[in-house]
């Protein structure tokens, strides 16, 4: 039994973005900004933000049951729960146990992993490998942040950006290659651009005090144009390398899913690949930088819109803070 091969199968997508709508109209009222300055940088006009006693495992669980849902299996045909974040609920334990107990679930493993923004590209790797070992039939993979938590209000040059999401995928086991969804995944970091993206105190560096409070260095810090100059370069040589490692060229893909972060990043790779645009999925206008869930909400904006087919290919690419990226390449 243990020599079969196993393939990695999407069985179903959820994602779900909070009720409240912020536009940016709406932060004009609490920061020196424009909707012109925000849309012309960003491409962003509104964002979804949490309720004060809506948690990361919340945003989760929505988009989790919505998956299940879709995969068409109960949620006790889960064996474990890999969550993407980097907004836990809690400093520890993970928040997928959080996940674990408000889905009804029992026994099964759960882990969290912190890869920002890279979050959907990470955590297929990770479930198509466990898969591939023959260890777990049904993953509920999970990316979900609650951004606004950990988000200055006060800095206009940050709080523009985000908002928060969740997404989540069922990954099954099966040995039907003509079922396989994931035909590569590509995955890189550089922790010398640890700085230029980070939540400098709470953790053992810098645990909290009164100074950290003060300094507002419990809120994530950005160095905006680094942050920018770096996004094109890495997605931009991930995706190409993806492609080339595979003998694919853009023309073999229906749709490119990039982390949405600015339009004009989201452009710029769009320009490299040589695609045209209604090749390329944005969501930004609506829902800001939603961290780890952006491609997973992307990808199922291209479903409920009935964008994907049987056979349709995706070209998904993403970085976040660490810096880390990804690429990867599924077939519906
Ligand atoms: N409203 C109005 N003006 C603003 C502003 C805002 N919300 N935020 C910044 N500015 C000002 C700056 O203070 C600066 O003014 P100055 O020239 O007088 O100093 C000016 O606008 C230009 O700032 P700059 O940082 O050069 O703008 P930018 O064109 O680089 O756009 C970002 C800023 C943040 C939109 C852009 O750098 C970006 O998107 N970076 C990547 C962010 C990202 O992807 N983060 C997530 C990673 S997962």
Redesign the pocket.
């Known amino acids: 039994m243990k020599n079969r091969k196993l393939f990695t199968k999407i069985l179903g997508i959820g994602a779900y973005v909070p009720e409240k709508i912020v536009t940016n109209d709406d932060l004009c009222k609490i920061?020196?900004?424009?909707d012109e300055?925000?849309q012309t940088?960003?491409g962003i006009r509104e964002r979804r933000i949490a309720a004060a006693d809506q948690t990361t495992s919340d945003l989760c669980v929505c988009a989790a049951r919505r998956a299940i849902e879709n995969a068409k299996i109960a949620a006790d045909d889960i064996d474990l729960i890999l969550t993407g974040t980097i907004t836990s609920d809690v400093a520890f334990p993970a928040t997928s146990v959080f996940i674990q107990r408000k889905l009804g679930l029992k026994d099964i493993p759960c882990f969290d992993y912190n890869v920002?923004?890279s979050g959907l590209q990470y955590g297929i790797e990770i479930a198509r490998s466990l898969i591939g070992l023959q260890s777990y039939k049904n993953i509920l993979l999970v990316c979900g942040d609650k951004l606004s938590a950990v988000t200055d209000w006060q800095d206009?040059?940050?709080c523009?950006?985000f908002g928060d999401g969740a997404g989540a995928i069922v990954l099954s086991a099966t040995e039907n290659e003509e079922e396989n969804s994931i035909i590569d995944v590509l995955l890189g970091a550089d922790g010398e651009h640890s700085e230029i993206?980070i939540l400098p105190a709470g953790g053992s560096r810098e645990p909290t005090s009164r100074e950290s409070v003060n300094e507002r260095k419990h809120f994530l810090k950005?160095s905006?144009?680094d942050?920018?100059r770096e996004?094109v370069k890495l997605m931009g040589n991930c995706a190409q390398e993806i492609l080339e490692k595979n003998g694919m060229s853009a023309n073999d893909i229906d749709f490119v899913v990039t982390?949405q972060?600015?339009w004009?990043?989201i452009d710029a790779i769009r320009e490299r690949l040589g695609v045209p645009s209604e090749k390329v999925c944005v969501t930004i206008d609506k829902y800001g930088?939603t961290?780890a869930s952006s491609c997973i909400i992307a990808i199922d904006s291209l479903i409920k819109g009935n964008k994907i087919m049987k056979g349709s290919k995706i070209l998904t690419v993403s970085?976040?803070?660490g810096l880390t990226w990804g690429a990867a390449i599924l077939k519906f």
């Open positions: 920061v020196d900004t424009t300055w925000i940088r960003t920002a923004c206009r040059s940050t523009i950006l993206l950005m905006g144009r942050v920018f996004a982390h972060a600015n004009r990043i930088n961290s970085f976040g803070a």
